[in-house]
């Protein structure tokens, strides 16, 4: 990951941990329950940000090269590795 792509990555993270600070404040002050759900929606929908902007880089970089070169077995691991991450996401 490149240095600017990384900085925007890291404040969307810092972000988001300032946001579940404030969700566990809302949970120790007893606030309302829908109020607290739709925090956490919100959480994890910029999560899912993050992991579009870290999976974007990854095609545009490392996936890219693999597949431009000349090592199958590199372009079957990064092919591998895609599928695993899909796989994992739809456990959930």
């Known amino acids: 990951m490149d240095s ?3 900085q925007i990555v890291l404040k969307r993270l810092k972000s988001i941990e300032g946001h579940v600070r404030g969700i566990e404040r809302m949970v120790e002050a ?4 829908i109020d607290v759900l ?3 929606h919100a959480v994890q929908k910029a999560l899912d940000r993050v992991n579009t902007l870290i999976m974007k880089e990854h095609l545009d970089s490392c996936v890219t090269s693999a597949m431009l070169g000349s090592d199958a077995t590199k372009r079957q691991q990064m092919i591998s590795e895609i599928v ?3 796989e994992m996401s739809n456990k959930v």
């Open 30 to 33: 007893d606030e309302y329950c």
């Open 4 to 6: 600017a792509h990384r």
């Open 84 to 86: 695993d991450v899909f």
């Open 38 to 40: 739709r925090q956490t």
